[in-house]
């Protein structure tokens, strides 16, 4: 394999600790993967796949019994299942930010979280595609959303949102999937060639698609990888204003409302950066990579949170600004309803998680230690999710004939099928720290002193 990229970068500084060299890189990465098992990583899958088997359950339990073992009702019609829905694929967003808009200001900083971010927006759409589907009441006539060729004339009502998400969510899932694979190819490669086992090898030569480190190989990849990234950047805006269209087409209050889009959008960024130093920040620590994710990573992830988390704030103050403005007094009843009404507490919780707690990340000293926003990345991911379920909850409890209100609660189900995708998610995450490398190693290599030098070196000879 070529020890360097085409488009190695000049004129930044590095974003990894000085003293390594392409090789180092490549062996320090390489050796998680092809290394024996820690023990505890058994234990971490162990307990994962353990959460995991209360989704298989629960789902299993639906299928035979239905719907009714949710807590949802009359006038609650929708509960925990279109929650964890919005609330996993807003996750999902950071990855795809990361990794393409990023890469196309040339960023360099991205290279060290790019890849387990891009793997867990894979993780987490997996996660939330499993609730519409169950959310269906027959989830095995799930195929009848798509448009497909049929006598029947059983085609989907494209005026409905729901079927808007279906085509956001599969296009989404489909262009992060192969711009995730596609940046992984080398890696592979490099996987196969210092692999010991016979097995190994081959399975990493068969997915390395005979890669070889020729200049058509790299000018293919260089040329399909930023293709995919600009294919996925306006995925990153279009797929949660598509899933915020399910409230904002609807005419209940608290719903109706223009603001959605951009505030869902930034929500989305806002939980996914969130959730990207969840994980990165005990990685980093496990597998001491605090050479390659750096401080650096960790501050520019909390000021890209903190920012987001601003438009968030934004939007709430615009949401109580235009409900009384309207003059509307069902939407000027709904605000009440989240100040004072029996979801209050939710109401007060997501502030405190959404807006105070991220004020923090304006001192440097509080973005100088890592696991402080590490406690407020996981404080931001429980206010997500009582945003939506203030969103949800809330507008519908209260309908618009006083005789149809009613009170909403998750029921047992409803936790164990969402914990189930909590433990879902975690396992996946495991199996993809364990049998691939969670930094590219083509891209930590391009970003190297040597490398640029090197590279400076070629321009210098070629001009």
Request: net charge positive; glycine share 8%.
């Amino acid at each position: 394999m070529a020890d360097l990229t085409p488009d190695a970068r000049l004129g930044k500084p590095p974003v990894i600790a000085p003293g390594h060299t392409p090789r180092s890189v490549t062996d320090k990465i390489s050796e998680i993967v092809l290394t024996r098992t820690p023990r505890w990583w058994w234990v971490a899958f162990g307990l994962s796949f353990l959460l995991m088997q209360g989704l298989l359950v629960g789902v299993g339990y639906l299928v035979f019994e239905g719907v009714g073992i949710w807590g949802v009702n009359n006038p609650v019609g929708w509960g925990f299942a279109i929650i964890n829905f919005v609330w996993w694929i807003g996750i999902g967003h950071a990855g795809t930010l990361i990794s393409a808009i990023l890469l196309l200001l040339r960023q360099d900083w991205r290279t060290s979280i790019n890849r387990f971010a891009e793997a867990m927006t894979l993780f987490a759409v997996a996660c939330a595609g499993v609730f519409p589907l169950i959310h269906l009441g027959r989830p095995w006539l799930g195929y009848w959303l798509m448009p497909y060729p049929n006598t029947m004339g059983l085609w989907p009502n494209f005026r409905s949102p729901l079927i808007w998400d279906v085509f956001a969510v599969s296009t989404y899932a489909t262009v992060s999937a192969l711009f995730w694979y596609v940046g992984l190819i080398p890696d592979l490669a490099t996987l196969r060639d210092r692999s010991r086992r016979k097995w190994k090898k081959i399975v990493y030569g068969f997915a390395a698609m005979g890669w070889r480190g020729h200049a058509a190989h790299w000018h293919n990849y260089e040329v399909a990888y930023l293709m995919l990234a600009g294919l996925a950047t306006p995925l990153v805006v279009s797929v949660h204003t598509v899933i915020s269209f399910d409230f904002a087409a609807g005419q209940v209050p608290g719903w109706h409302a223009t603001i959605f889009p951009p505030y869902f959008v930034a929500g989305a960024v806002f939980a996914g950066f969130a959730m990207v130093l969840t994980l990165a920040i005990p990685l980093r620590q496990v597998f001491s990579l605090e050479d390659f994710i750096t401080l650096r990573h960790i501050q520019n992830m909390a000021k890209v949170m903190l920012t987001c988390g601003l438009i968030v704030a934004y939007g709430y103050l615009v949401e109580i600004f235009m409900a009384f403005y309207s003059g509307n007094q069902y939407e000027e009843f709904m605000i009440l309803n989240r100040i004072q009404g029996p979801y209050k507490y939710q109401w007060w919780a997501l502030l405190l998680c959404n807006i105070l707690a991220p004020q923090m990340i304006w001192s440097s000293k509080v973005r100088s230690r890592p696991w402080v926003i590490f406690i407020i990345a996981l404080f931001i991911n429980v206010g997500m999710w009582l945003e939506r379920f203030v969103i949800v909850v809330t507008s519908l409890s209260r309908d618009f004939l006083p005789s149809s209100w009613g009170t909403y609660s998750g029921t047992r189900w409803d936790w164990a099928i969402y914990v189930g995708t909590i433990g879902l998610f975690l396992s996946l995450l495991f199996l993809f720290v364990r049998f691939l490398p969670m930094i590219s190693i083509v891209e930590m290599r391009t970003i190297l002193p040597e490398a640029k030098a090197i590279h400076q070196k070629h321009q210098e000879a070629d001009a």
